[in-house]
């Protein structure tokens, strides 16, 4: 396989996974506001604060590795697995739900634009400098 080969494979996997993130953060997107709309009260102030809350660390001192850590997939999803298990009325659980499918939105939508933790994309090879 020639180095001309093994870029064109991994430039087309890349478009592919951002392709991928892009779609499951419009997806996801589309859920939140469906939600905050349903349940009303704390849901719309808890999907705000959770698509901001990347860009909240940036204020708070050592954010880049605080930053590094929230822009992972795991926590929010962790966030929406915890309130989807427990028992109880749905509106209990809605606000602290939809905060982290705001998140997760939050982290899908930036990987499909080529930055945070684990994407591939240019903007992140781009804005890299060499230490």
């Given at each position: 396989?020639?180095?001309?080969?093994?870029?064109?494979?991994t430039?087309?996997a890349s478009?592919?996974?951002r392709?991928?993130?892009?779609?499951l953060?419009?997806?996801l997107?589309?859920?939140?506001?469906?939600?905050?709309?349903?349940?009303?009260?704390?849901?719309?102030?808890?999907?705000?604060?959770?698509?901001?809350?990347?860009?909240?660390?940036?204020?708070a001192?050592?954010?880049?590795?605080?930053?590094?850590?929230?822009?992972?997939?795991?926590?929010?999803?962790?966030v929406?697995?915890?309130?989807?298990?427990?028992?109880?009325?749905a509106?209990?659980?809605?606000?602290?739900?939809?905060?982290?499918?705001?998140?997760?939105?939050?982290?899908a939508?930036?990987?499909?634009?080529?930055?945070g933790?684990?994407?591939?994309?240019?903007?992140?090879?781009?804005?890299?400098?060499?230490?």
């Amino acid at each position: 396989m020639t180095r001309e080969t093994a870029s064109a494979a991994t430039s087309s996997a890349s478009w592919a996974a951002r392709f991928a993130w892009g779609a499951l953060g419009l997806l996801l997107l589309a859920w939140t506001v469906f939600e905050a709309a349903k349940h009303t009260g704390l849901t719309i102030p808890f999907a705000v604060i959770g698509l901001l809350v990347p860009f909240l660390t940036r204020l708070a001192p050592g954010s880049a590795a605080v930053q590094h850590t929230l822009l992972r997939v795991w926590i929010p999803l962790a966030v929406m697995v915890i309130c989807a298990a427990i028992p109880g009325p749905a509106d209990n659980n809605a606000a602290p739900f939809t905060l982290g499918m705001a998140w997760l939105t939050h982290v899908a939508l930036r990987r499909a634009l080529g930055s945070g933790p684990g994407s591939s994309g240019v903007t992140s090879r781009m804005t890299s400098r060499p230490g």
